[in-house]
């Protein structure tokens, strides 16, 4: 299986903070990558497939980079309702599709 | 809208068994693969199972392999997961959520993410 790291777990930061949170797949997945957004009580929502296109609906302060092992994603601006913890998830091998640990980004 | 509503949640006992149903509006149902996914109480997503669009095809995790299973009714827009032999480590709020990529985009039996999601069921197996 393919094992997904997340770092860092936790970021604190304030509104208009440009934040980065990293992924790494234990083995090439290509650009075969999702990010998703949960806030808390919710449903995770899809924000970013493919490594970098922006889901139908997401603003574009959101973006994703990477390929093969490595993959960021930046919000260039946080706004208050960006306060959310932010999975990624592997789609280049399944069964299983894998999810990273998330990483929770919270009010400084 | 596009929609998916999840049931048939509740409480439990170690080896019992439980259904879940997903229904599904707003799209065609019949023409996407769906997936189970669930979430621990204070952990991180996990994916369960995966159903080809038709149901011809399933894919589990290790950890509900044999004591789960994935099936669907195009017929009623109903997506379900039958759940036996239920463990404590089984607790958490299940997810359905459709696939990405539809039958007219992409090959049969490829999936990729999950693009719409419900609101999810909780799920306690406690004695």
């Known amino acids: 299986d393919i094992q997904m790291t997340q770092s860092p777990s936790s970021v604190s930061a304030s509104v208009g903070d440009r934040v980065t949170i990293t992924c790494r797949a234990s083995?090439?997945?290509?650009?075969?990558l999702a990010w998703y957004q949960q806030k808390p009580g919710k449903a995770p929502k899809l924000l970013i497939y493919?490594?970098?296109s922006l889901q139908s609906g997401v603003p574009s302060r959101f973006s994703g980079s990477g390929s093969g092992t490595d993959f960021t994603l930046t919000i260039s601006s946080l706004q208050p309702e960006d306060f959310a913890t932010y999975y990624c998830?592997?789609?280049?091998?399944?069964?299983?599709?894998?999810f990273g640990p998330g990483t929770k980004v919270d009010i400084k | 809208q596009v929609q998916l509503v999840e049931s048939g949640g509740g409480v439990v006992q170690p080896g019992r068994s439980l259904r879940l149903s997903c229904a599904a509006s707003?799209?065609?149902?019949?023409?996407?693969?769906m997936h189970w996914v669930r979430q621990a109480p204070g952990k991180g997503l996990e994916w369960v199972a995966v159903?080809?669009?038709?149901?011809?095809?399933?894919y589990y995790a290790d950890s509900v392999k044999g004591r789960f299973t994935i099936s669907r009714d195009n017929s009623k827009n109903t997506l379900f997961l039958q759940m036996n032999s239920l463990r404590a480590e089984d607790t958490a709020v299940y997810y359905c959520a459709r696939e990405w990529c539809s039958r007219t985009s992409c090959p049969k039996d490829y999936y990729y993410y999950m693009d719409v999601w419900g609101k999810g069921t909780t799920v306690t197996v406690s004695s």
């Open positions: 493919a490594a970098s």
């Open positions: 707003g799209f065609t149902f019949s023409s996407y693969a």
């Open positions: 083995q090439g997945i290509s650009s075969w």
């Open positions: 998830q592997q789609a280049n091998s399944f069964p299983p599709f894998t």
């Open positions: 159903i080809s669009y038709d149901g011809s095809n399933k």
